[in-house]
């Protein structure tokens, strides 16, 4: 089988701003400034120096990664924010140059790796198409045999001849997804800008993907969606402080991704990274997310059914006259089991002014779900608009068989996914002695 992508020993170094020393006398200045020519020689020259990983200036978001692609494969590159997912694809993709190491790609490769990568936000959607093709290598008559396709997947036909700029960005994302899908390159490299797209375009990208992958194409992809993975990967590279840490079946890899973050989430209490993967506008944040039995002990783990809560720690920085706050509960795999919502129930919520913290509780009476590992990604929003906040990945929860439950083998992970009580009766029905 032939190799499309070979990595050796890839590294990708950035050198950080560090803080300049201001003396605050007039001895230290004019010291200073005497020094000076010999200070900004050695800068300049430290500049291209990457000696160390353990250089307090010089940070390394992918770090001597090596593995190999062939003809075909089907790759999934998870991660958690800042594991170095999106730096790899970028040097796979030739946007940026290495360090160190090397990345040879053998075929001609599409990418989508941000929100509108190669528009040019004055020129049409038609212009586009054109320009993006030519980017990766297309010559304009395989252009225009493709161009129906493009547009009619792509389902911006209505806005073909208006320029980019005034394009939403799920209009951007499913056009030049429809560019890079479309041209038939050998290798079709994705990044995580799917998730801007609706429930059925995705669900269109996933099948355009395993349908490119059918046609012997090689195809990379980067996502948070754990069912994605397992759907369309056969195989999956888990990334860790830029190092690779796992390859190997996609499964397996999703629950060694899974068991990393549980291990610092399942604490029951989590400070929200401003770095993390969310949805939010100028409105407010989610600051905080706990969980907490009924005596208000943080706790990730609880039993089959145990009640809980959940605490929504929520700043505003504009007013919100009604707010609707909700927790979706998923499974490991990313498979959604429910989702609780204040509007469902009616509940009024707010208003809420210009820096008020609200601390929003969820009173669980407990999940009927088999034991295992689940996830936590709370939400706010207004009354009859748009969620103002969503955060993903947010904090685990552990399941376990505890209780009046302790004693039975049979309830065990992976069996079932719901537990339910039922009322049972049994009638007795004796046959008359013959």
């Known amino acids: 089988m032939r190799t499309r992508i070979q990595v050796e020993g890839l590294a990708k170094a950035y050198r950080i701003g560090t803080e300049i020393q201001i003396e605050d006398s007039m001895i230290g200045s004019m ?12 800068r300049l020259r430290n500049q291209s120096r990457f000696d160390s990983f353990e250089d307090p200036d010089i940070i390394w978001p992918v770090r001597d990664i090596s593995f190999k692609v062939d003809d075909g ?21 030739r946007i940026t140059d290495p360090t160190r190491g090397s990345a040879t790609i053998y075929g001609r490769v599409g990418s989508l790796l941000e929100v509108g990568t190669g528009f040019h936000p004055d020129l049409t959607g038609r212009e586009n198409i054109y320009l993006n ?19 009619a997947f792509s389902d911006v036909a209505q806005f073909l001849d208006t320029p980019v700029k ?41 099948g355009k993907m395993q349908n490119v992958a059918s046609h012997g194409r090689t195809v990379l992809f980067v996502s948070h969606n754990m069912a994605a993975i397992n759907q369309l990967c056969d195989r999956c590279l888990v990334l860790e402080k830029g190092r690779l840490i796992y390859d190997g079946e996609a499964t397996e890899g999703v ?121 936590i990604d709370p939400w706010f929003g207004e009354r009859r608009g748009k969620r103002i906040d969503q955060i993903r990945d947010a904090v685990s929860l552990s399941l376990e068989v505890k209780g ?16 339910m009580d039922c009322e049972w009766t049994d009638a007795v029905v004796t046959k008359a002695n013959q």
């Open 133 to 151: 093709g030519t980017i990766l290598g297309m010559k304009k008559r395989e252009i225009d045999e493709k161009f129906d396709e493009i547009v």
């Open 31 to 42: 010291v200073n400034f005497l020094k000076s020519p010999l200070s900004n020689f050695r």
């Open 404 to 419: 009046r439950l302790q004693a039975e083998h049979l309830i065990q992970p992976g069996r079932a996914i719901m537990l």
């Open 255 to 375: 629950d060694h991704y899974l068991k990393i973050g549980a291990a610092e989430t399942t604490c029951g209490a989590y400070q929200i990274d401003p770095a993390a993967a969310r949805r939010s506008d100028c409105k407010g944040q989610i600051t905080r997310i706990e969980l907490q039995d009924l005596d208000n002990g943080t706790s990730g783990s609880f039993g089959i059914g145990e009640p809980f809560q959940i605490r929504v720690h929520v700043t505003c920085y504009d007013r919100i006259s009604m707010a609707v706050v909700g927790a979706e509960i998923m499974a490991a795999n990313g498979t959604p089991m429910l989702n609780l919502r204040s509007d469902s129930q009616n509940i009024p919520l707010g208003p809420y002014s210009a820096g008020d913290e609200v601390i929003f509780t969820i009173q669980v009476p407990g999940l009927p779900l088999y034991p295992g590992l689940y996830r």
């Open 166 to 206: 005034r394009y939403s960005s799920g209009m951007i994302v499913r056009l030049a997804f429809s560019v890079a899908a479309h041209l038939e390159p050998e290798i079709l490299i994705v990044d995580e800008v799917l998730a801007v797209g609706d429930a059925s375009f995705q669900k269109k990208c996933l």
């Open 73 to 93: 494969e089907v790759v999934g590159v998870i991660g958690r924010n800042g594991a170095g997912k999106s730096t790899l694809l970028k040097l796979l993709s």
